[in-house]
């Protein structure tokens, strides 16, 4: 009897869970990005809706789960940290289109899909990182290769998604023979293998192993308002790239609909929450990235570094170049 | 061996329950056929023998530092008269409850350029810059060896020991009665009688290995385990990476396969550990060799980590965390239970039939129950996906047909899925525990009960389940601390606002900040601690 109801017992638990979900005032989100960047915004949807947001972190094999899970899917809402993840979420055939004229009307024309498919939150810069030692000095992805750098530079592997949207870029820029020979000369130039985070690039700079590095703009900002980190990024400027000439690599943060979103109605609305002057001053100010919508301040500390150029470059078209800008860095052999 | 029992239900039960443990592996090598031809050239061409070269130098070298560090170790302990033995006994087992991402990312604070050590260095010399002297780099292959061997060697040391333990005296003595000196009796008799716990534990290193994810990307070694995510992640050619994990797969089973053909006309003594073991007299130089050998090995496989923990809790943590804590550990708690309970059942399940039963084919569910271990966590996860998947679309259908509202992922969105992926890949070392504890019973035991006419649940619980008692928990246990450890079997296939300390503690170490996670880091290890105070407990039982 006590066996029998420890084995009941024990399968019972297993798929609370499962059911645990079933409410119909909620709103599930699978995330690439980390909970706690996105939960300051959740918590004040619910405040303001009486909505639950229910959330799994995933960067690695979202894609695969919501196929495998097809029209069970519980999912409602995807979050992504890059533009290529969001039109393979896409080419895949896993979101839907959400027309709302609050989400189209508040978003830059080149910050969403033609089809409404994906909707930029923000927008972050591929920054070069540069040793205070070295003064001010104005850089060019390009001159990341160049031979006076030759031991001095620092990024983390080659075949993390922003790494390859920035190869992508370089793609469509300048073609695939330049790029190709431009990976092997930033190769021949790093301080150390491609290794750690951007993070990790600024405290190498920081340590003198190298002198510049690749990295996203929000990390500065979060680096000072760590106590540890703190020391590195006081070690640095943050460089806009290609200020003379095409402007510095953009990537967004954005955000679909599930295919199969059993709450769609709840998405919408927290989508279009999202993008709305609370939330988007939430973003700038608690994540320092770019808000995508227009009229909305950066944070004063965002505001400290400049303004800049940005490449026009259309972001599907970074997407577009996804495989081949991993072919390069293979062929280059970036990484080893 | 002569037939004891032919039931049929155990039969039966034993291959359903091995073949549903590798479903998920054929449905991988089933995805593994669709690979595209042309990625797979391109590979080759450019990185995949670089993956290759890598994938066996670490093999290679951790198999190597854990023998050294584990074997030696259970040597010293079980056969002289080191100080402090009872102490170190158990100490020596501490390194196993270390995450090995958590010790990489600690040590690479410690020895990086900014880390005390340099910095220390750079006052007392008076150095400037890296250019001003020469520091080993701890983020290259050999320091991923070193730090996977660091909490490996357990593993080897805690069976190698144990077989130790447990060995015939009768037979050290004869050797020495016919004339062996000790140190030769320890090399001639007692090593090669040890031989199976050893390789057994070897191959459990092995695996870890050959699946580790996380430190290696730390540390920028690229692995087969990178192509296979590269694959996967990057072309988005799930087959390809079906295949390249499939390859790695099969290579291990090859390697343990070989190893136990090689051993297979060995006959090996049951235990009979009453007999009280003369030991090696150390001299006072070998003893101090010889504790600083073992002191060694607990403080850089865990005293120095968890003390460096600690500094980070305090420095870094608020009472705001714990409370998260609560739920995230309680998560971990709840998934772990889960798979070493089911897990040590199903060893025994197969452990036993493999011992007792009639089929002439017994061995066949054990051994096929294991092969998980061998498959990197994510892959495993994707195919945990493809499996289930499928048959929740199934339930629903049918479920649907019959009017009722359909009752979503049961399987594959549930906690379900977590624990059946654990217990696919931690099958091995409750297996290897559990069949290491088996043969230590002598063969008159099984025959015993038979021929006073019991029957075999007689026989099972009166007396091979109550001589077992000890290798269950530690088998228990072992799967209990793995699957606390486990990383991307977690992070894949979790239900919604499910966070354990592993995935947390993954999440802030990729940013270079696990000081904020300390204070989960440090309740990993606690739990990591239980097996080892419980395995103390049982003293030399175990």
Redesign the interface.
């Known amino acids: 009897m006590l066996r029998k109801s420890f084995i009941s017992l024990f399968i019972a638990l297993f798929f609370i869970p499962a059911f645990s979900s079933k409410a119909s005032d909620i709103v599930n989100v699978y995330s690439y990005r980390q909970p706690f960047l996105v939960k300051p915004l959740f918590d004040q949807f619910t405040k303001q809706s009486g909505i639950k947001v229910n959330v799994v972190f995933a960067k690695k094999g979202m894609a695969e789960r919501l196929a495998r899970e097809g029209k069970y899917s519980p999912a409602d809402i995807l979050l992504t940290t890059d533009i290529s993840r969001l039109i393979e979420l896409r080419d895949k055939d896993l979101v839907q289109s959400v027309n709302s004229s609050i989400l189209s009307r508040a978003i830059p024309k080149q910050y969403q899909a033609i089809d409404n498919t994906w909707f930029a939150l923000t927008t972050r810069v591929r920054n070069i990182y540069s040793a205070k030692r070295l003064g001010k000095i104005a850089l060019n992805y390009e001159d990341l290769a160049d031979e006076k750098y030759k031991g001095r530079v620092c990024t983390r592997s080659g075949k993390h998604p922003y790494n390859v949207a920035l190869v992508a870029s370089m793609i469509s820029e300048h073609g695939e023979a330049y790029t190709l020979d431009w990976l092997k000369k930033v190769k021949n130039n790093l301080a150390r293998k491609p290794q750690g985070s951007d993070r990790g690039q600024v405290q190498a700079i920081h340590q003198k192993l190298c002198d510049i590095s690749l990295g996203n703009s929000y990390y500065f900002g979060k680096m000072l308002k760590d106590e540890k980190q703190k020391v590195w990024a006081d070690e640095v400027n943050i460089n806009f790239p290609n200020q003379k000439n095409r402007g510095a690599h953009i990537n967004i943060s954005g955000i679909a609909m599930a295919k199969y979103a059993p709450n769609a109605q709840n998405a919408q609305a927290l989508m279009e929450f999202l993008v709305s002057k609370p939330a988007q001053e939430l973003y700038a100010q608690t994540n320092m990235e770019y808000p995508v919508r227009e009229g909305v301040a950066v944070s004063k500390l965002v505001a400290s570094w400049g303004s800049y150029n940005a490449d026009d470059l259309a972001l599907e078209e970074i997407a577009k170049n996804r495989t081949t800008a991993l072919k390069l860095l293979d062929q280059a052999q970036f990484d080893l | 061996m002569i037939a004891l029992y032919n039931t049929k239900t155990w039969t039966l039960l034993s291959y359903v329950i091995a073949l549903v443990l590798i479903i998920p592996l054929l449905v991988m090598l089933a995805g593994g056929v669709s690979a595209s031809a042309q990625l797979f050239l391109?590979?080759w061409q450019?990185?995949l023998p670089?993956y290759l070269e890598n994938t066996l130098l670490l093999a290679f070298w951790v198999l190597l530092l854990a023998l050294f560090f584990g074997v030696l170790s259970a040597s010293i302990i079980t056969q002289t008269n080191i100080v402090c033995k009872q102490q170190l006994r158990w100490l020596l087992l501490l390194p196993l409850s270390m995450p090995a991402y958590l010790v990489a990312y600690l040590y690479t604070d410690l020895f990086?350029?900014?880390g005390p050590v340099q910095r220390s260095l750079r006052v007392w010399f008076d150095w400037h810059?890296?250019s001003d002297y020469w520091f080993f780099?701890i983020?290259t292959l050999p320091g991923a060896a070193l730090m996977l061997a660091l909490v490996l060697f357990p593993y080897i040391y805690m069976l190698t020991r144990g077989a130790f333990e447990q060995q015939d005296q009768n037979l050290i003595r004869a050797s020495r009665l016919l004339g062996l000196t000790a140190k030769q009796s320890f090399f001639k008799v007692a090593l090669p009688l040890a031989r199976p716990a050893i390789a057994v534990s070897a191959s459990l290193v092995l695996m870890e290995t050959l699946a580790d994810f996380a430190t290696v990307q730390?540390?920028?070694v690229?692995t087969l385990t990178t192509a296979v995510?590269?694959t996967?992640?990057?072309?988005?050619d799930?087959g390809a990476a079906n295949a390249l994990a499939s390859i790695l797969m099969l290579l291990i089973l090859f390697v343990v396969l070989a190893e136990q053909r090689s051993r297979a006309g060995l006959r090996h003594q049951s235990a009979r550990p009453s007999l009280k073991r003369e030991l090696i007299q150390l001299s006072l130089g070998q003893q101090l060799l010889a504790s600083l050998f073992c002191w060694s090995l607990v403080f850089l496989g865990f005293l120095l980590p968890i003390v460096l923990l600690i500094i980070m809790a305090v420095q870094?943590s608020d009472i705001t965390q714990l409370s998260a804590l609560v739920t995230t550990g309680g998560n971990s708690l709840?998934v772990s239970i889960?798979a070493a309970?089911t897990a040590v059942l199903i060893a025994l399940l197969l452990g036993l039939y493999q011992r007792l039963h009639a089929d002439k084919y017994r061995k066949i569910p054990l051994q096929l129950s294991g092969i998980g271990y061998a498959v990197p966590g994510?892959v495993l996860?994707?195919a945990m996906?493809?499996t289930l998947?499928p048959l929740?679309?199934w339930l629903?259908g049918a479920v649907e047909f019959f009017g009722f509202t359909?009752?979503?992922?049961?399987l594959?969105?549930?906690?379900?899925a977590i624990?059946f992926a654990l217990v696919v890949r931690f099958s091995a070392i409750a297996n290897g525990t559990i069949i290491s504890g088996i043969k230590q019973i002598p063969q008159s035991l099984d025959y015993a009960p038979a021929s006073l006419g019991v029957n075999l649940v007689g026989s099972l619980t009166k007396v091979h389940l109550p001589i077992l008692t000890p290798t269950i928990l530690m088998a228990w246990l072992l799967v209990f601390v793995e699957a606390m450890k486990e990383l991307?079997a977690v992070?894949?296939l979790?239900?919604?606002?499910?966070?354990t300390l592993s995935s947390q503690i993954y999440?802030l170490i990729?940013?270079?900040?696990l000081?904020q996670g300390a204070l989960g880091a440090i309740l990993i290890v606690l739990f990591g601690l239980l097996p080892v105070v419980l395995l103390n407990k049982n003293k030399e039982k175990v």
Do not use: C
């Open positions: 391109h590979l450019t990185v670089s990086d350029y900014a810059s890296p780099d983020r730390y540390f920028a690229n995510y590269d996967w992640l990057g072309y988005g799930l870094y709840k889960f309970t994510t996860a994707m996906l493809s998947g929740d679309h629903n359909a009752p979503g992922l049961i594959s969105g549930s906690l379900f624990v991307p992070l894949l979790r239900p919604f606002n499910f966070e999440q990729s940013d270079e900040m000081e």
